[in-house]
C-alpha cells in the first residue's frame, strides 16, 4: 500500500478501533474483521507511540458515515461507497516502521482542534436540535444560584469553597430580562461583554412558553443562520477577497440553487462583499465561497472561530457544531448560513468581542478573578488585514443593511455600532430564529452584544431590537474613558 493511500484512510483508523472495541456483545480481545484489520492494530499501535491520533472525538464525528459503509459493503456497495472502507484494507506486509513514518508525516494541521466536529451535528431540516432543548440545571447556574449584596451579584459558596463574586451588571442584567418579559417572548436570550476582558456584564434569558427553562444563553441549540457570514467574510478577506470585491447576482434572498453559483446574463444586481454582509446577501456569500474557498479554509476558520471547540467558562457552555461540506453548492451554501451550524449566544457575543479586538480573541469571564491572578492573554486569530475589513463589512449592516431601521429609530439611535443580523426558521413546528451581533463604538469598543429571539408565527420584537437596546442601554452604565490631556502650559516642556 502506497503511503499516499495510507494518508487519505488515516483518519478512519481510529474510528474503525472505537466502533470494534464498543459494538455489544464482541469480546475483550476480537479477531480480525473488514472493520479492525491487522494492519489497523499495529497502526493503532504506532499511534499510541507517536502520541498523534485524532482521539474520539474525531472518531465520533465520522460514525455514521462509516457504518453506512459498512452497511453498503454486506450488501452490494457502489464504488463510492466502498472506496474509503477499502483503503482501510492494508497490504498485511506494510512494515510498522512504514506506517510510522507515514503518520508522523501526515499533516498535522489536520488534526487541530476544532478541525472535526466532537460529535455527529445535526440536520437542521430533519432534526432541529431546538425540539430536544434542556434547561441548565440549578445546581451548575451560576446566575440563577446569586444573590445581590450591594451591587453585585454573588455565588455563596460552602464550607470549604469561596464566595464567588459574578461579572455581571445587575441593573443591566434586570433591564434587559424586563425587556423579554414585557415583550413575551416565547424563548430570548441577550449577553453583554467588555470586548477587552471577555467579562460577561450580562447574560439575560426568558421563556414565555416555558417560564422554568433556564440556559438559554449557553446552550448551541440555534441555527447560526447568516451569523455565519461572519466566519465566511473572515476565511474571504484571508483569501485575498476584499471588502470592495464585486460579484453580480439574482435571486437568492430565500433560497439558493446550483444554477446561481455561475454568472449568467440574469445577474441584474451587484453588491460588494462589504454590502452583500451588510444586506445579508446569500447568493453573493454563496458565490464568492464557491470561487474561493475551500473546505478545508472554511474549516480552520470555523475552528479558529472557536467552533466544534470547547470554549472555557466558569458554568456549562454548550459546544456550537459546524459540519462544513467537502464542495460543491452544499459548501457555497454552508457558507451563505443555510448549513448545519449551530450557535449559543454567549459565543454570538465572543465573536463580536473579537472583531472589536481587531482579530483577538478573548474567553468569557463570569467569575472575577482574585486581584493577583493574571488575565489571559488574548489571542490573535484574524489577521489585521482581515480584521479591519471584517469591521468594516459589519458597518454596512447598521448604516445601510438589514438593521438600518432599528438602528435609525428616533431617541434610540446607538452611535457607531456595528454588527450582524441572521434570521431563519424551521417549518414543523415553526420557529423563527431571529439573531443580532455587534458591537459600539466601533473605532474604541467598549461593548460587544449577542441577542437572541425564537419567535412564533406572531411576533412582538427581533433579535436586531433586542441587541440595539443592549448596546444601548450597556453604554449607558459604562462611562466612556476619560481623555487625560496636558496642560496647555506644558507644551514644548521635557
Not at 324 to 346: K, M
Not at 439 to 467: C, E, H, M, Q, T
Amino acid at each position: 500500500m502506497t503511503k499516499r493511500r495510507l494518508l487519505a484512510a488515516l483518519p478512519l483508523f481510529p474510528l474503525a478501533l472505537l466502533l470494534g472495541a464498543s459494538a455489544p456483545g464482541t469480546d475483550a480481545n476480537p479477531a480480525p474483521s473488514a472493520a479492525a484489520p491487522t494492519d489497523v492494530q499495529t497502526l493503532a499501535q504506532a499511534v499510541t507511540a507517536l502520541g498523534t491520533d485524532a482521539g474520539p472525538a474525531g472518531a465520533r464525528a465520522l460514525v455514521e458515515q462509516v457504518e453506512a459503509e459498512q452497511r453498503a459493503q454486506a450488501g452490494t456497495p457502489d464504488a463510492g461507497a466502498a472506496s474509503s472502507v477499502e483503503q482501510t484494507q492494508g497490504d498485511p506486509g506494510t512494515p510498522p516502521a512504514e506506517l510510522a513514518e507515514a503518520l508522523a508525516a501526515k499533516d498535522a494541521a489536520a488534526l487541530e482542534p476544532g478541525m472535526v466536529p466532537p460529535m455527529p451535528v445535526p440536520s437542521r431540516e430533519k432534526a432541529p436540535p431546538f425540539g430536544k432543548l434542556q434547561g441548565l440545571p440549578r445546581a451548575q447556574d451560576l446566575v440563577a444560584r446569586a444573590k445581590l449584596e450591594g451591587d453585585k451579584l454573588v455565588v455563596k459558596g460552602g464550607k470549604s469553597a469561596p464566595d464567588q463574586v459574578l461579572t455581571i451588571d445587575p441593573g443591566l442584567q434586570a433591564s434587559l430580562t424586563k425587556i423579554m418579559r414585557n415583550y413575551q417572548v416565547p424563548y430570548g436570550a441577550a449577553v453583554v461583554l467588555e470586548p477587552s476582558t471577555g467579562r460577561v456584564l450580562a447574560m439575560a434569558e426568558h421563556s414565555e412558553a416555558k417560564p422554568e427553562l433556564r440556559g438559554l444563553a449557553v446552550r448551541a441549540v440555534y441555527p447560526a443562520a447568516s451569523i455565519f457570514k461572519i466566519v465566511t467574510g473572515s476565511a474571504l478577506m484571508e483569501a485575498g477577497v476584499s471588502p470592495e470585491t464585486e460579484a453580480c447576482f439574482h435571486g437568492g434572498k430565500r433560497r439558493l440553487n446550483a444554477r446561481q453559483l455561475e454568472d449568467t446574463e440574469r445577474d441584474g444586481a451587484c453588491y460588494s462583499l462589504a454590502l452583500a454582509m451588510g444586506k445579508s446577501a446569500n447568493v453573493i456569500f454563496a458565490k464568492m465561497t464557491s470561487k474561493h474557498l475551500s473546505s478545508d479554509a472554511l474549516k480552520r476558520m470555523a475552528a479558529r472561530l472557536r467552533f466544534n471547540r470547547e470554549i472555557p467558562f466558569a458554568q456549562p457552555l454548550d459546544v456550537s457544531l459546524a459540519y462544513i461540506p467537502e464542495d460543491g453548492f452544499a459548501l457555497a451554501n454552508t457558507g451563505a448560513g443555510f448549513g448545519d451550524v449551530y450557535l449559543s449566544p454567549l459565543h454570538g457575543a465572543l465573536l463580536a468581542a473579537m472583531a472589536a479586538n481587531e482579530g483577538h480573541w478573548v474567553d468569557p469571564v463570569l467569575v472575577e478573578p482574585e486581584p493577583f491572578m493574571p488575565l489571559p492573554e488574548p489571542e490573535p486569530v484574524l489577521t489585521p488585514t482581515a480584521a479591519h475589513g471584517l469591521t468594516k463589512m459589519l458597518e454596512e449592516t447598521v448604516t445601510h443593511g438589514t438593521a438600518r431601521g432599528v438602528f435609525r429609530e428616533r431617541g434610540f439611535q446607538v452611535k457607531d455600532a456595528v454588527g450582524k443580523t441572521g434570521t431563519l426558521a424551521d417549518r414543523e413546528p415553526f420557529r423563527d430564529y431571529s439573531w443580532f451581533v455587534g458591537f459600539a463604538p466601533k473605532d474604541n469598543p467598549r461593548v460587544a452584544v449577542a441577542a437572541l429571539i425564537v419567535n412564533d408565527p406572531k411576533w412582538r420584537i427581533r433579535g436586531s431590537y433586542l441587541g440595539r437596546e443592549a448596546l444601548r442601554l450597556a453604554l449607558e452604565r459604562i462611562p466612556a474613558p476619560v481623555e487625560v490631556t496636558a496642560p496647555a502650559g506644558a507644551a514644548g516642556k521635557h
